[in-house]
């Protein structure tokens, strides 16, 4: 029997026989390691153990140790919730149940159903759970599973399109219920430990918002009880972060029906908080030798054709005819940064050529992923362009590495680095492809750094190196993106003069340091409570006077902190009435000032923690709020001292 050669996580390769599937391939390497194989990841797909190998897959055996085993568990507990419902309805038809990050949800029509029939549903989930039923992988033709699914459009649209071309197609059955389903599932209900339904939402058939409304119920599973609870606390404490409800709190920024969706409106509080971030981030740029340039919101679609971005971003993109000429509001800044860079002649002298822009954006997200600021139609990038040798991408990619990690220790944020390879969806050749990836390979290995492989989630036009924040609930979130671009130089024919007074072509580097302002702004609301550090926070300091005696010293006092954002609370409220609202508003620092600090010419100062110090000098009080400014220190420390 012909052989073939898989590739191990350690990079070791082990030969099987060509039918081979994950479960033998597990077998292969050990007795042990087969009984406990769960599924597999292949090229970095997860995958059932029945399915086969090809030659020169990557290959990881997924058991019930492995990271990748909640998913499993989460896609065989839609599963539950399925068949649970369809024996309390068994009208309700079925489209798609699949795990995601925090659980699972399903995608059902044909029933109506609210959080109060939860209760039901999960007692019979139980009992699902406790007969413990055998999860059976079967395999049938794909012409019988149309014939069983003539009535319901939903399963018949996926066999006729996502497995068009197969000969057979795989269900999962457990006791008389079953679903077609790709897989990979734990081998009976009984070993889903723990679970809960969670809300319940509208959703279109396949994010589509001219197709038919479904309704989504989420839930989420766990090997145990002690798990469920803890990850339950977290979606509470969630609740209390969410960044809607403290913009709202806080005066932020809002979202109003009257602008349209996804178009959020910034309060005053809230853009001072953006223009701390941009000036921040415009300074890094400027230091790194970049140059601030501008492009428009709209350009004419030519623009959009000889990117790529019209070919392959037409769906996202708004466009309006004007004059009978189509034109569209820019999805992306990069296109207009090569047009400036198209505008002169270049030497190699020259390069590399670093542009930084923060330009709005504007994508067509469907409406029903709009979500605050986490999701919006119009959004900032601070955006950065680089037209380099090919020499020199290693050290500028390490370079704006550096400038990122610099940047997120500002914010007590963990981060976790990937490599996005290419996606179905590109440009370019195999040749030019494998160039960049390994390029960026080289740069994460030299650098030492920890990276895992996003297979697939590169951007059109190139490979790219994706960073993403974990918060204080250990949330994790897309972030800054470092993107090499070997299409655009072609497409747009850019050039410069090399030493041999040859045109040679250069290389473009895309890079965003926070990603957008949108998504960091709300990351670090939710990250912080609201409790910003004080050089991002939209009122640093809070002068309390104990009674209208004491209003003119507050003003002084005010005056001599002039460069801060400070505000004197001049309301006819007790001195702990004033404290309580000061420490409600999230301030960093307060001063309390009365008769004996104005006799004396000192303040007392009290921070967010409740700690207080008396008989402080102002002006030394002023040099400590430079330094923590100056620093970017997370938490108010003058207290520290």
């Known amino acids: 029997m012909s052989q073939i050669t898989v590739v191990l996580p350690d990079g070791s390769e082990l030969s099987v026989p060509a039918d081979a599937t994950v479960e033998d391939a597990a077998y292969e390497i050990g007795p042990g390691l087969g009984d406990d194989t769960v599924a597999g990841v292949v090229d970095g797909e997860l995958v059932a153990k029945e399915e086969r190998l090809h030659d020169d897959a990557h290959l990881e055996i997924v058991t019930d140790q492995s990271d990748e085993y909640l998913d499993v568990l989460r896609h065989s507990a839609a599963h539950v919730f399925a068949q649970a419902l369809q024996r309390l309805h068994p009208e309700a038809k079925l489209t798609i149940g699949p795990p995601t990050e925090d659980g699972f949800y399903y995608d059902v029509t044909n029933v109506d159903l609210d959080e109060d029939d939860f209760p039901a549903i999960e007692e019979e989930m139980e009992s699902i759970v406790e007969a413990d039923y055998e999860?059976?992988?079967?395999?049938?033709?794909?012409?019988?599973?149309?014939?069983?699914?003539?009535?319901?459009?939903?399963?018949?649209?996926?066999?006729?399109?996502?497995?068009?071309?197969?000969?057979?197609?795989?269900?999962?059955?457990?006791?008389?219920?079953?679903?077609?389903?790709?897989?990979?599932h734990?081998?009976?209900?009984?070993?889903?430990?723990?679970?809960?339904?969670?809300?319940?939402?509208?959703?279109?058939?396949?994010?589509?918002?001219?197709?038919?409304?479904?309704?989504?119920?989420?839930?989420?599973?766990?090997?145990?009880?002690?798990?469920?609870?803890?990850?339950?606390?977290?979606?509470?404490?969630?609740?209390?972060?969410?960044?809607?409800?403290?913009?709202?709190?806080?005066?932020?920024?809002?979202?109003?029906?009257?602008?349209?969706?996804?178009?959020?409106?910034?309060?005053?509080?809230?853009?001072?908080?953006l223009q701390e971030l941009e000036d921040y981030v415009n300074e890094l740029n400027r230091d790194a030798g970049y140059e601030q340039v501008e492009t428009p919101h709209l350009f004419r679609t030519e623009l959009w054709k000889q990117s790529g971005h019209y070919d392959n971003y037409r769906d996202d993109m708004f466009l309006l005819d004007v004059n009978d000429e189509e034109y569209g509001l820019k999805p992306m800044n990069c296109p207009g940064h090569a047009a400036i860079f198209d505008q002169s002649s270049w030497?190699?002298?020259?390069?590399?050529?670093?542009?930084?822009?923060?330009?709005?954006?504007?994508?067509?997200?469907?409406?029903g992923e709009l979500s605050g600021l986490s999701r919006t139609w119009a959004f900032t990038i601070d955006d950065g362009h680089l037209f380099v040798k090919p020499e020199d991408i290693e050290r500028e990619v390490r370079e704006i590495m550096d400038l990122i990690f610099t940047l997120i220790g500002h914010f007590d944020l963990e981060v976790d680095v990937d490599l996005a390879t290419r996606p179905e969806k590109?440009?370019?050749?195999?040749?030019?492809?494998?160039?960049a990836e390994e390029q960026l390979r080289d740069v994460l290995d030299s650098g030492g750094y920890d990276y895992g492989i996003e297979p697939g989630d590169g951007a059109f036009y190139g490979p790219k190196i994706d960073f993403s924040f974990r918060d204080a609930l250990g949330r994790s979130w897309d972030g800054p993106t470092v993107q090499l671009d070997f299409n655009m130089p072609e497409r747009f024919d850019l050039t410069y003069t090399g030493e041999d007074n040859e045109d040679h072509r250069p290389v473009i580097i895309h890079r965003a340091l926070y990603g957008s302002y949108e998504r960091i702004f709300m990351v670090l609301i939710e990250h912080f409570d609201g409790q910003f550090p004080f050089w991002l926070a939209p009122e640093q300091v809070r002068i309390l006077p104990v009674s209208?005696?004491?209003?003119?010293?507050?003003?002084r006092i005010k005056n001599e902190l002039g460069e801060f954002r400070v505000e004197v609370e001049d309301r006819d409220w007790t001195v702990g009435r004033k404290i309580r609202q000061a420490h409600d508003d999230r301030l960093p620092y307060m001063i309390i000032v009365g008769s004996d600090e104005q006799e004396a010419g000192t303040i007392s100062v009290r921070d967010r923690f409740e700690r207080e110090a008396d008989g402080v000098d102002p002006a030394a009080f002023r040099e400590h709020l430079e330094a923590e400014y100056d620093e970017k220190r997370i938490e108010p420390d003058f207290l520290d001292e």
């Open 548 to 555: 209208d005696e004491a209003l003119g010293y507050a003003h």
């Open 426 to 435: 590109s440009v370019g050749s195999d040749e030019i492809w494998e160039t």
């Open 135 to 184: 999860i059976e992988r079967l395999e049938r033709s794909r012409e019988e599973a149309l014939d069983q699914f003539a009535d319901n459009r939903f399963k018949r649209e996926i066999l006729e399109e996502e497995a068009a071309g197969e000969e057979t197609v795989s269900f999962y059955r457990q006791d008389d219920w079953e679903d077609l389903c790709q897989g990979p």
């Open 347 to 367: 030497s190699y002298r020259d390069l590399p050529k670093r542009y930084f822009e923060n330009g709005k954006v504007y994508r067509k997200e469907q409406r």
């Open 186 to 273: 734990v081998e009976s209900t009984g070993q889903i430990g723990a679970f809960e339904l969670l809300n319940i939402s509208s959703a279109y058939w396949r994010g589509d918002e001219g197709n038919e409304a479904l309704t989504r119920v989420y839930g989420t599973a766990f090997e145990s009880e002690k798990d469920l609870e803890e990850f339950l606390q977290m979606r509470e404490e969630a609740k209390e972060r969410d960044h809607r409800k403290i913009g709202q709190e806080m005066d932020l920024f809002s979202v109003p029906d009257v602008t349209g969706p996804g178009l959020p409106l910034y309060h005053p509080p809230g853009k001072t908080i």
